[in-house]
């Protein structure tokens, strides 16, 4: 049974940066695309940054330049970077694989 597990959310002032990790088990990590989305209040689940299994990595445009996403195999873990954030950034960030598989998020707050 796969689980993953998002933590390192927080509140924090605009300009500021939180790094989020993903904790994968149940499954052979190594091998498969991972990716973050976020939900912002009153709008629709959107997709923020994603990595393959090759360390390929590619980013919504809102996040360019600001985000970084990482993986570490040998820990199943998968990490975003969040630096400059701004209050447009609010959100409930999930991580997900190619699986299908969601984790239960981890809450942002960017505040002004």
């Known amino acids: 049974q796969v689980h993953l597990m998002e933590s390192g959310g927080g509140l924090v002032q605009a300009g500021g940066s939180l790094r989020l990790s993903c904790v994968a088990s149940?499954?052979?990590?190594?091998?498969?695309?991972m990716n973050w989305y976020r939900r912002a209040p009153g709008k629709q689940r959107e997709f923020v940054a994603g990595i393959n299994s090759g360390g390929a990595t590619m980013y919504a445009d809102s996040v360019k330049g600001r985000f970084t996403v990482s993986r570490d195999n040998a820990a199943n873990t998968v990490s975003l970077q969040m630096d400059s954030l701004q209050p447009d950034d609010t959100g409930a960030y999930f991580c997900?694989?190619?699986?299908?598989?969601w984790g239960q998020g981890t809450q942002v707050t960017v505040s002004s």
């Open positions: 149940g499954r052979t990590f190594t091998f498969y695309k």
């Open positions: 997900t694989d190619e699986g299908g598989h």
